[in-house]
């Protein structure tokens, strides 16, 4: 049985764009409904932590979009580097394709 490698850029791309879409997801829920819903949305998620103090709320619209970037060169190489590792895991090298 052959295993197939993960493309190291296909892999990146994913993870990244899936990153950039959530953290755009969580600023339209900033925008759209009250700051108490938000903090108990995200208390929830984090099982019960009080983010309310750590929340920003005056943030400026280029600094969000500035955020959606940098989520996603992370991502990017978050999932550039699970896929090196899979292939290398394989004994296979990582590919670029």
Same mark, same amino acid.
């Not at 892999?11 to 879409?21: I, K, N, Q, R």
């Not at 998620?45 to 929340?55: C, E, F, R, T």
């Given at each position: 049985m052959?295993?197939?490698?993960?493309? &190291?850029?296909?892999?990146? %791309?994913?993870?990244?764009? @899936?990153?950039? &879409?959530?953290?755009?997801?969580?600023?339209?829920?900033?925008? @759209? &409904?009250?700051?108490e819903? *938000?903090v108990?949305?995200? #208390? @929830?998620?984090?099982?019960?932590? !009080? *983010? !309310?103090?750590?929340m920003?709320? /005056?943030?400026?619209?280029? +600094?969000?979009?500035?955020?959606?970037? +940098?989520? %996603?060169?992370?991502?990017w190489? %978050?999932?550039a580097?699970? @896929?090196s590792?899979? #292939?290398?895991?394989?004994g /296979?090298?990582? /590919?670029?394709?």
């Amino acid at each position: 049985m052959t295993t197939k490698t993960l493309s &190291v850029h296909r892999t990146g %791309f994913a993870l990244g764009a @899936s990153l950039a &879409v959530l953290y755009a997801g969580c600023m339209i829920l900033m925008l @759209s &409904v009250s700051r108490e819903s *938000v903090v108990q949305f995200a #208390n @929830s998620i984090l099982h019960g932590i !009080d *983010v !309310d103090p750590i929340m920003r709320w /005056n943030m400026p619209l280029w +600094e969000a979009c500035l955020g959606v970037i +940098e989520i %996603f060169i992370l991502g990017w190489f %978050f999932g550039a580097l699970f @896929s090196s590792l899979y #292939n290398y895991g394989l004994g /296979n090298p990582p /590919n670029s394709g």
